[in-house]
């Protein structure tokens, strides 16, 4: 395939001084330098960051220049924007329509989720750029959704990169059973106070059978380094997202969990053995349920191991940073997947 | 139960492509009203859809009729507002009328000012996507679901043909203004079609598709057509004229209103027309049709055109090109 200049817009995490060195942006920047692509960064809340101008507030004005003179020294064949929310509706019209040329894409991860948290705002962040962009990619799967238009709109897994999710938790015996972490947004980084997290009524009947590394619950989370140290701890994970579960939605974090070895368990209705065999992922349908299962892998290690293994080789081999990051380009200049794996949605 | 109030003061095609709204408004909940402003043109037309309750014509130049309006609006405290043809006119007007939500599709961002003030979700009807695509977005800001299939003709009875018989299975050939240099936009490339290649296109016509030719036009007059009946047809009754060649085999249907038209498309086999209201109504119907388009504006025949799957495009040039790329055409 022709490798293309591509501008990625989207936020870097510059000025969180490596606090989330792990994020999916820079997952799947990682994935189009490693296919090959020549790529050019514009982190674009760390430019709108670095100067602050009070005729120029929120740095709107700085950031469409940023990206137009980005655009004219570079000339990008596509360009790729994550959640770039701080340029409004006419800004992205008025690029697309100086650029007529250039290919236009967005990926979203946060959920678009009816019953799920922060809809109405997901939706019109996600809506911004949608009108504009000649693919569209989100973390939910489009048939679950009836806003989106499937010849638009694609699914796509969180990104598992070889470089980042380098631990094997199966290899060892951990101190710990279960990892689970959870936050009030990783760009805030601590808990809100008053705020009500639906996740943590079922954070309270987690079975007392069970050893756990708990953090967003009571204790700060964790971030960097010191999140991989943590769960590094742990054979087990329990992903949790916010909001009723929706199909293939996830938060980020289950690339974390299968990627690093750990065995994990997640909601039956998030529909995920879509993707993976019951002895590669562990699925429960209520507490109950997950209780009984935490007890009997913490008892049959062996079998816990296997899984987790199983699990995390699929999940290197199926959600691969380097495949979606191909899966975009290719989509995005209509070009031929030849590869078939079980979240496309051609 | 919401109140809808729709501008849409442009052409038929463009009325007709707005079904998919108020279809999808109809589909949220039957008891839905919905409203239309539209030119005095477009009112008869309108008047024959079930699902619309109320019609405004709307005309700059008669300030009785807009104060009048403008009363009636107001009194009815709709819901939503939606301004779909983009016209600064509608725009203008809006501002000054009662609604919860004010919602515009716009061609252009201006008069940004009055966008923000009176407006509560405003976007652009851009060509970068088609315009179903477009509808669909704002089917979304509505909270509405777009259908899939597009049905224009719910609620919509066609008018039975009177040349039936004679139109059954027959080629539509729709020759309006869009045919004829200075009738239109000055810079489209023309088909110089006059009285004296109008033979060579009819020979073309007959050959590749080995059917009856109906002629159609407009309610516009056209000096050139008139040339062409004189020259060729002899009358049969007000609007029907028979070839003095071919007979009943070509006829001349002369200034037939828009439902006329929409009848006869129905009980026609294929369909070659200018794109415009009659590809949409062709589309709808499920008639084969070629429709003409400038070359030059592809996109925005495209934007069109691109969800209409048995419409085929055929560009604007000289009668002879035109005739070469009909030939070419496969269904």
Same mark, same amino acid.
């Given at each position: 395939m022709k490798k293309f200049k591509i501008l990625h817009i989207a936020d870097l995490h510059i000025r969180h001084n490596a606090r989330l060195f792990y994020s999916t942006g820079k997952k799947l920047n990682n994935g189009f330098i490693l296919n090959g692509h020549n790529v050019v960064n514009i982190s674009d809340r760390d430019v709108t960051n670095q100067n602050k101008n009070i005729f120029d507030i929120g740095s709107r004005k700085l950031l469409y220049k940023t990206i137009k003179h980005n655009i004219e020294n570079f000339k990008p064949d596509l360009i790729i924007m994550?959640?770039?929310?701080?340029?409004? !509706?006419?800004?992205?019209?008025?690029?697309?329509?100086?650029?007529?040329?250039?290919?236009?894409?967005?990926?979203?991860?946060?959920?678009?989720?009816?019953?799920?948290?922060?809809?109405?705002?997901?939706?019109?962040?996600?809506?911004?750029?949608?009108?504009?962009?000649?693919?569209?990619?989100?973390?939910?799967?489009?048939?679950?959704?009836?806003?989106?238009?499937?010849?638009?709109?694609?699914?796509?897994?969180?990104?598992?990169?070889?470089?980042?999710?380098?631990?094997?938790? !199966? *290899?060892?015996?951990?101190?710990?059973?279960?990892?689970?972490?959870?936050s009030h947004g990783q760009h805030r980084g601590t808990l809100k106070h008053d705020f009500i997290d639906d996740r943590v009524n079922l954070i309270k009947k987690i079975s007392n059978k069970i050893s756990s590394n708990i953090f967003g619950y009571k204790k700060n989370p964790v971030w960097g380094q010191k999140f991989f140290d943590e769960l590094n701890n742990c054979s087990m994970a329990l992903n949790l997202s916010r909001g009723k579960p929706i199909k293939h939605y996830s938060s980020d974090r289950i690339a974390s969990l299968m990627g690093n070895g750990l065995l994990t368990f997640i909601h039956e209705d998030y529909k995920y053995s879509d993707f993976f065999n019951l002895d590669e992922l562990v699925t429960f349908k209520n507490i109950n349920d997950l209780n009984k299962k935490l007890v009997f892998f913490k008892k049959n290690i062996k079998l816990q191991k296997k899984i987790a293994k199983k699990g995390c080789e699929k999940a290197h081999k199926i959600f691969d940073n380097k495949i979606i990051a191909d899966f975009i380009v290719r989509k995005t200049m209509q070009i031929k997947f030849n590869n078939k794996y079980s979240w496309f949605n051609e | 139960?919401?109140?809808?109030?729709?501008?849409?003061?442009?052409?038929?095609?463009?009325?007709? +492509?707005?079904?998919?709204?108020?279809?999808?408004? &109809?589909?949220?909940?039957?008891?839905?009203?919905?409203?239309?402003?539209?030119? &005095?043109?477009?009112?008869?037309?309108?008047?024959?859809?079930?699902?619309?309750?109320?019609?405004?014509?709307?005309?700059? !130049?008669?300030?009785?009729?807009?104060?009048?309006?403008?009363?009636?609006?107001?009194?009815?405290?709709?819901?939503?507002?939606?301004?779909?043809?983009?016209?600064?006119?509608?725009?203008?007007?809006?501002?000054?009328?009662?609604?919860?939500?004010?919602?515009?599709?716009? &061609?252009?961002?201006?008069?940004?000012?009055?966008?923000?003030?009176?407006?509560?979700?405003?976007?652009?009807?851009?060509?970068?996507?088609?315009?179903?695509?477009?509808?669909?977005?704002?089917?979304?800001?509505?909270?509405?679901?777009?259908?899939?299939?597009?049905? !224009? +003709?719910?609620?919509?009875?066609?008018?039975?043909?009177?040349?039936?018989?004679?139109?059954?299975?027959?080629?539509?050939?729709?020759?309006? *203004?869009?045919?004829f240099e200075e009738l239109y936009h000055h810079d489209y490339k023309y088909m110089n079609l006059n009285y004296q290649n109008f033979n060579f296109l009819i020979k073309n016509i007959f050959k590749k598709f080995k059917k009856n030719i109906i002629i159609t036009t407009g309610t516009r007059k056209i000096k050139e057509l008139d040339k062409i009946i004189n020259l060729y047809f002899q009358k049969k009754n007000d609007n029907l004229y028979y070839s003095k060649k071919y007979f009943k085999k070509l006829i001349f249907i002369q200034k037939s209103s828009f439902l006329e038209l929409e009848s006869i498309a129905k009980n026609c086999k294929i369909i070659i027309c200018c794109e415009g209201a009659i590809s949409h109504v062709s589309h709808a119907l499920k008639v084969n049709t070629i429709a003409l388009v400038n070359k030059n504006n592809l996109e925005t025949a495209l934007y069109w055109t691109n969800h209409m799957d048995q419409v085929r495009l055929v560009y604007r040039d000289k009668l002879k090109e035109v005739c070469r790329q009909i030939n070419k055409v496969q269904f």
């Open positions: 994550g959640h770039v929310d701080r340029l409004n !509706y006419e800004t992205f019209y008025n690029l697309k329509k100086r650029y007529s040329s250039i290919r236009f894409s967005q990926w979203f991860l946060d959920p678009l989720n009816k019953n799920g948290p922060d809809f109405q705002k997901n939706k019109d962040r996600f809506y911004l750029k949608y009108q504009f962009c000649d693919s569209n990619f989100i973390t939910t799967a489009v048939d679950a959704l009836d806003f989106v238009s499937p010849n638009k709109t694609f699914f796509i897994p969180n990104p598992i990169d070889s470089s980042i999710d380098i631990y094997r938790n !199966y *290899e060892s015996n951990k101190p710990i059973d279960l990892f689970l972490a959870i | 139960m919401n109140k809808y109030l729709i501008f849409r003061t442009d052409r038929i095609g463009d009325f007709i +492509f707005s079904r998919v709204l108020t279809q999808a408004i &109809k589909k949220k909940n039957s008891k839905n009203i919905i409203d239309i402003v539209c030119s &005095k043109y477009n009112h008869d037309y309108i008047k024959k859809y079930k699902d619309i309750r109320n019609i405004y014509p709307f005309d700059k !130049y008669d300030p009785l009729l807009l104060v009048k309006n403008f009363l009636k609006i107001n009194n009815e405290n709709y819901d939503y507002i939606i301004i779909l043809d983009g016209k600064r006119r509608s725009l203008f007007y809006s501002i000054f009328l009662k609604s919860k939500y004010k919602i515009a599709v716009l &061609k252009d961002f201006r008069p940004s000012i009055f966008l923000r003030l009176f407006f509560d979700k405003y976007f652009i009807n851009t060509e970068f996507n088609d315009q179903y695509y477009n509808f669909s977005i704002l089917c979304n800001y509505l909270h509405l679901v777009i259908p899939n299939k597009i049905n !224009y +003709f719910e609620s919509h009875v066609i008018l039975k043909d009177k040349y039936k018989t004679l139109t059954k299975g027959a080629l539509m050939l729709h020759l309006d *203004e869009k045919w």
